[in-house]
């Protein structure tokens, strides 16, 4: 089965940066969209940001022009990079894979970061 593991989340202060990762492994067959979601205490489960293997991205319009996405498709990991940061972007940060296979299209989730964005 297809693994992801996050790793960058944790404490940071209003205004800093935070880096993310997301390493993809197993029985990948094209991991043709991979990105990120985040879920707030008492909100639904939100996109912040997706990249395909072509290099097309899309934000949640609450993080255009201070989050950036980007991956490296040769070993199936994914980034966000996040800075100028709020308090309102505290919450769990979930990796994401989508792909076609030979039988369809499935989907895949990691465990989740912390991100606390709090002085």
């Known amino acids: 089965q297809v693994q992801l593991v996050e790793s960058g989340g944790g404490l940071v202060q209003p205004g800093g940066s935070l880096r993310l990762s997301c390493a993809a492994s197993?029985?990948?067959?094209?991991?043709?969209?991979m990105g990120w979601y985040r879920q707030a205490p008492g909100k639904q489960r939100e996109l912040v940001a997706t990249?395909?293997?072509?290099?097309?991205?899309n934000y949640a319009d609450s993080v255009k022009g201070r989050f950036t996405v980007s991956r490296d498709n040769g070993a199936n990991k994914v980034y966000l990079q996040m800075s100028s940061l709020k308090p309102e972007d505290t919450a769990v940060y979930y990796c994401?894979?989508?792909?076609?296979?030979?039988?369809?299209?499935?989907?895949?989730w990691g465990q989740g970061t912390q991100v606390t964005v709090s002085s």
């Open positions: 990249v395909t293997t072509g290099g097309s991205t």
């Open positions: 994401w894979l989508w792909e076609r296979t030979n039988g369809g299209a499935r989907g895949y």
């Open positions: 197993g029985s990948i067959f094209s991991a043709d969209t």
